[in-house]
């Protein structure tokens, strides 16, 4: 029999982390179900002590979640440790991840502690995360710039301590595979007591080695990676789950070890947490990537017809491609939108809620015959989106383009309890509607990205526009969709203005 590999999935606290891609509540509870699907292992929520949204997000998916275990970081800190533990007190399966950094440059620069002062907090942190629950993950930070001795000294003080876990992270992104994987089996190794612990590993992808670096870890011992659904996090990303998962299942000639993941559910993953969060999916990412299986060259599209495995080394099936299915239409009624919906892992909390689903639901099938899941899914993030409290709202929007004229655009947007009105002029009709749009709201951000993909197939679909303003260091996207690009546009561009009114900011976890 193989090893179990433990699969630790950070999107919702890590992913987070990424410019912009802050989730709601309500959210991160959708994108949990999602991987409790997929059958992740385990699920970190949130960093708890971080803020009153993210602790309340935390307490939300371990009472939502019951077949994976829910997670919340913590520093080596009495009160952030107190806050995860409150958080998680309903969660059926419950683990505390505390950390501290290890690096010389950190301890020196950051925590401006000793050696055993770092020790002294992390063994006191472990045992006082013990209080709550006996599944206790530490990290010392940014070990991949540790000195090797001391990791063996403060891993085997919180081992005795009662961590259960060993997370290795490559913070900043700077091991390479072959001297990584040296580390984990060196530790596992010196360590005493290596095996009353699972060693993990938390790589980060500044060069682009974060899934190299993890597998190399995982060939010699580790048996928990910390990853992210498309690689999601800060900087250049963490280790992405879909790859991270599909070489062990691809290559089990390899690894020794394997995984309980349902793979089928990982495109759908994917897809959720790239409308939640406005973060595309570039079209060659490996596995859910939309030309990931694609064949254009007349040699490889032969011998994929002749033998699908000249060419292919996976089935796009057991990843979740399948051909779009149309699932509801202008005569669907409200119960079977609302078991799609359960089955998408949405819940309504009232009538009220379902009532104006289902109404946005049948105004996008009078535009758009063929309804799929993706177009269900890019619905309830509006939906969510607007149910949010709205200090700026999309009342009218009017514009005029056509060839050899200068593209206008009038709208009415609603601030607070009134309604303005203003007229602007642009290089194009989304320019002219957005400029119209900033004449009211006069809100001093500047535009950092401005995106479109289509949801769906056709010239009918939906187009789903991700904008990211930055203003005073904050940086927030936004999301817009509809079969219309320059309403989804403004749609797109009057959430992110509202993001940028609420002045909550949460902690960052390594500050």
Same mark, same amino acid.
């Given at each position: 029999m193989k090893d179990k590999l433990i699969i630790f999935d950070?999107?919702?606290?890590?992913? /987070?982390?990424?410019?912009?891609a802050s989730m709601t509540r309500d959210e991160k509870v959708r994108i949990a179900r999602a991987l409790e699907r997929l059958k992740v292992d385990v699920i970190e929520a949130g960093f708890p002590a971080a803020s009153a949204g993210d602790f309340? +997000?935390?307490q939300a998916v371990a009472e939502a979640v019951k077949d994976s275990t829910v997670c919340g970081l913590a520093r080596a800190l009495d009160r952030d440790i107190d806050r995860a533990g409150e958080a998680l007190k309903h969660a059926k399966s419950s683990r505390i991840h505390t950390f501290i950094a290890t690096s010389p440059?950190?301890?020196q620069m950051k925590l401006k502690m000793s050696p055993e002062q770092v020790?002294?907090?992390a063994v006191k942190a472990v045992k006082r995360a013990r209080q709550y629950?006996?599944?206790? /993950?530490?990290?010392? /930070?940014d070990a991949g710039r540790s000195e090797e001795d001391f990791l063996c000294r403060i891993l085997e003080a919180v081992i005795d301590a009662g961590a259960t876990t060993l997370n290795i992270p490559d913070t900043v992104g700077y091991s390479i595979p072959a001297d990584f994987g040296a580390m984990i089996a060196s530790l596992r190794q010196r360590i005493p007591n290596a095996d009353k612990a699972v060693f993990s590993v938390h790589c980060h992808n500044d060069l682009g080695l974060a899934v190299a670096n993890s597998?190399? +870890?995982?060939?010699?011992g580790a048996r928990q990676v910390e990853c992210t659904i498309n690689g999601l996090g800060e900087r250049a990303g963490n280790a992405a789950l879909e790859e991270i998962v599909m070489a062990i299942k691809t290559r089990h000639d390899v690894f020794t070890c394997d995984t309980r993941l349902d793979t089928r559910e990982i495109v759908t993953c994917s897809k959720l947490i790239s409308s939640i969060t406005g973060f595309p999916v570039q079209p060659n990412k490996a596995i859910v990537g939309a030309n990931a299986f694609a064949h254009e060259s007349g040699i490889h599209q032969d011998g994929v017809l002749k033998h699908r495995e000249t060419y292919e080394i996976m089935r796009a099936e057991d990843v979740g491609w399948s051909e779009n299915r149309m699932v509801l239409g202008k005569h669907s009624g409200r119960n079977a939108f609302?078991?799609?919906m359960t089955e998408l892992g949405f819940e309504f909390h009232s009538e009220s809620e379902l009532n104006d689903a289902f109404y946005r639901f049948k105004q996008l099938a009078d535009k758009k015959h063929e309804i799929f899941d993706e177009d269900l899914q890019a619905l309830i993030t509006e939906v969510n989106t607007d149910s949010e409290e709205e200090h700026f709202k999309l009342i009218a929007l009017k514009v005029c383009s056509e060839t050899g004229e200068t593209p206008s655009a009038t709208v009415t947007v609603k601030v607070g309890e009134q309604e303005f009105s203003a007229d602007s002029e642009g290089s194009g009709a989304v320019d002219a509607g957005l400029k119209a749009i900033d004449s009211i709201v006069k809100s001093g951000a500047s535009l950092e990205l401005y995106s479109v993909n289509s949801i769906t197939n056709g010239t009918d679909a939906q187009g789903e526009v991700t904008?990211?303003? /930055?203003k005073g260091g904050r940086v927030v996207n936004g999301l817009g969709a509809d079969t219309d690009i320059v309403i989804a546009s403004a749609k797109a561009y009057i959430n992110a203005l509202n993001k940028l009114e609420n002045k909550g900011v949460k902690q960052h976890p390594q500050v």
């Open positions: 950070t999107t919702l606290r890590d992913g /987070e982390q990424s410019p912009g309340e +997000a935390v440059i950190h301890m020790i002294e907090h629950t006996d599944n206790v /993950e530490f990290s010392p /930070e597998l190399s +870890a995982v060939m010699n609302k078991s799609r904008v990211r303003l /930055e």
